[in-house]
T-cell receptor, first 117, second 110 residues
Framework: DTGVSQDPRHKITKRGQNVTFRCDPI?????LYWYRQTLGQGPEFLTY????????KSRLLSDRFSAERPKGSFSTLEIQRTEQGDSAMYLC???????????????FGPGTRLLVL | EDQVTQSPEALRLQEGESSSLNCSYT??????LFWYRQDPGKGPEFLFT?????EEKEKERLKATLTKKESFLHITAPKPEDSATYLC???????????WGAGTKLIIKP
């Protein structure tokens, strides 16, 4: 399967702990996005990378959240000092941006479901 | 401010009963409107991209159309396996992030 993969699929943690999620995009894709989704809502943009550069970060994103894409391939999203309000599905998507591609389409992974107790 | 509104929130249909889902949007300079399908506990699955008013795209029992203010996802003779949440998103000229609606939960009863 050459789609977007995420690990772990589920994470239960206690309030105050740090958690880290990993995303492996489709191999030739240069853009990688992180979203958060709560029940009954559409995904909410968190941040995105073009290759290894983090180009945009949501103004709503707490300083407790940090993301990296060190070699322009996989990415990690870390949440420090988790709070109960961080409980959500964290989605990763990747896309190919190129002058030869008419429109960029984001393809999503299966998500990581986080529960903070 | 870019915004997407989907209606209805939920739709229950009998198998074979055709209907349409609505996605209304406001965006400064539409680069693309996207439809995704999402099953419970899974990530969104890409269905269609529409670029300009008047455009239509089809896939099996689904057909997406686009005007300057809204998009419709028409489902013809649906089957129970079409049950899912259908999400609409837009991408504007100002940035690359997608702006999402809350989705329509579609339930097809056999």
């Amino acid at each position: 399967d050459t789609g977007v993969s995420q690990d772990p699929r589920h994470k239960i943690t206690k309030r105050g702990q740090n958690v880290t999620f990993r995303c492996d995009p489709i191999s030739e894709h240069n853009r990688l996005y992180w979203y958060r989704q709560t029940l009954g809502q559409g995904p909410e943009f968190l941040t995105y990378f073009q290759n290894e550069a983090q180009l945009e970060k949501s103004r709503l994103l707490s300083d407790r959240f940090s993301a990296e894409r060190p070699k322009g391939s996989f990415s990690t999203l870390e949440i420090q000092r988790t709070e109960q309000g961080d409980s959500a599905m964290y989605l990763c998507a990747s896309s190919l941006s190129s002058p030869l591609v008419e429109q960029e389409t984001q393809y999503f992974g299966p998500g990581t479901r986080l529960l903070v107790l | 401010e870019d915004q997407v509104t989907q209606s209805p929130e939920a739709l229950r249909l009998q198998e074979g009963e055709s209907s349409s889902l609505n996605c209304s949007y406001t965006v400064s300079g539409l680069r693309g409107l996207f439809w995704y399908r999402q099953d419970p506990g899974k990530g969104p699955e890409f269905l269609f991209t529409l670029y300009s008013a008047g455009e239509e795209k089809e896939k099996e029992r689904l057909k997406a159309t686009l005007t300057k203010k809204e998009s419709f996802l028409h489902i013809t003779a649906p089957k129970p396996e079409d049950s899912a949440t259908y999400l609409c998103a837009v991408q504007g000229d100002s940035n690359y992030q997608l702006i999402w609606g809350a989705g329509t939960k579609l339930i097809i009863k056999p």
